[in-house]
């Protein structure tokens, strides 16, 4: 991997202050980078009078960060975004004032990414994914050749603005959407090291992609409807029944997109019960009364079953009922 001093004098950017994002910020910040970090609201206002915090393996970290809107900022020459998948369209719109034509855009999202069909053969204008980017606008925001694809390994929780708690190791994969190990990946991949993320890359980003899919697909949903924590999940013979149905099912999906799992099926169901009592995300958000990440997650796996005829029951089953769980639970919050 490329040598890259964190002097350089490099504009770093962290668009979205939910748990990711804040934890992403403060660990590049431990690095020795400068970072901005882009939040709205509340969130803006507290992170600028507090700082962020970070709990996590190495300890309590207390930070002050330059916190902002994309206004307030130059073009930048890397930019994370890290919204929830259904929030990414109006913070593609919001961040324009940071994207020049060298900016090498990396979105940390949930989910069958809208750029899936791109960068292949070196064809940069595939297919669209109607679940995640209907009318396109995605696409004509960000650039899929300054994209690099990204998968992340983190579990981690917001306790308030600007404070997330994570305590499971940090990990993320980058690669190249057409497979070239390029200068820039390996500056990212470096970049994350530095700031003590354990980082890979791949020539192969669609079967990390899946791999991330398929972890999320057969645990969030599931525990959205029944409250349960990933080890509850995997450990009772029910629940744990319902994700390896789901889990058999997208199999035949990933290899009809000519993609496999990096991990097999087996250590899915394993690794996600020695997690621990950590709520997913989809929990998470549906506690807060937020939407679920079920376009990207759910519907998107779904539609690309479809498009080669092939049935998942049991996933659409479970995708109704936490659709109506969100749904209800919305309205309850309301009234």
């Excluded at 202050?17 to 020795?32: K, M, N, P």
């Excluded at 390896?244 to 009809?256: K, N, R």
């Excluded at 799992?261 to 989809?282: F, N, Q, Y």
């Amino acid at each position: 991997m490329s040598h890259f001093k964190q002097t350089d004098n490099y504009k770093i950017s962290v668009a979205g202050a939910g748990a990711i994002g804040v934890t992403l910020a403060a660990r590049l910040l431990i690095g020795g980078y400068r970072v901005s970090l882009i939040a709205r609201g509340a969130n803006l206002a507290a992170i600028q009078k507090d700082g962020i915090r970070l709990l996590d393996n190495e300890g309590d970290h207390r930070l002050k960060i330059d916190a902002g809107t994309p206004s307030d900022y130059p073009v930048q020459d890397l930019v994370f975004l890290c919204p929830k998948s259904q929030d990414l369209p109006a913070l593609a719109a919001a961040v324009q004032p940071l994207i020049g034509p060298n900016t090498m855009i990396v979105p940390v999202i949930n989910g069958i990414p809208w750029w899936y069909f791109d960068g292949r053969d070196g064809r940069w204008n595939g297919p669209q994914i109607g679940s995640v980017d209907p009318d396109g606008a995605l696409k004509e925001l960000l650039p899929s050749p300054q994209i690099i694809g990204t998968t992340t390994l983190i579990t981690a929780e917001r306790i308030q603005p600007g404070v997330v708690k994570t305590f499971n190791p940090l990990q993320m994969t980058i690669g190249e959407l057409d497979g070239r190990v390029s200068d820039r990946v390996e500056r990212l991949g470096a970049i994350l090291q530095q700031a003590g993320i354990a980082t890979r890359v791949t020539q192969h980003i669609r079967d990390s992609v899946w791999t991330k899919v398929v972890r999320n697909l057969v645990s969030n949903p599931v525990t959205a409807i029944t409250g349960a924590s990933l080890r509850e999940n995997f450990s009772d013979n029910n629940l744990a029944a319902i994700s390896e149905q789901m889990l058999h099912e997208v199999l035949p999906v990933i290899a009809a997109y000519g993609a496999r799992l990096e991990i097999d099926p087996e250590t899915i169901m394993t690794a996600g019960r020695s997690m621990g009592d950590v709520k997913t995300s989809m929990l998470q958000d549906l506690e807060r009364g937020s939407p679920l990440e079920l376009a990207s997650i759910c519907d998107a796996v779904i539609e690309l079953a479809d498009a080669h005829g092939i049935s998942m029951p049991v996933t659409q089953a479970i995708t109704a009922l936490a659709r109506y769980k969100s749904l209800s639970g919305n309205q309850a919050q309301a009234a």
